[in-house]
């Protein structure tokens, strides 16, 4: 489950890359992912999550 957002399941994304004579090469796009440790279940966890959800505030980011 690597390269997925665990709040909203964002994950790669493939596509082509186009030069400037229109070549296509295969290339892919990444999420932006963060390890955070969030309070899940009155538990400490790590998970993987994206800036867009991190910023959103849908979950309880721990700070020591």
Not at 7 to 20: M, R, T
Not at 32 to 51: G, P, S
């Amino acid at each position: 489950m690597a390269r997925i957002c665990e709040i909203c399941k964002k994950g790669p994304v493939s596509g082509h890359q186009i030069s400037h004579s229109h070549r296509k090469t295969k290339r892919k796009w990444l999420p932006n992912l963060h390890t955070v440790k969030v309070k899940r279940d009155k538990r400490v966890v790590k998970i993987k999550i994206c800036t867009k959800c991190l910023k959103a505030g849908k979950v309880e980011k721990i700070v020591k």
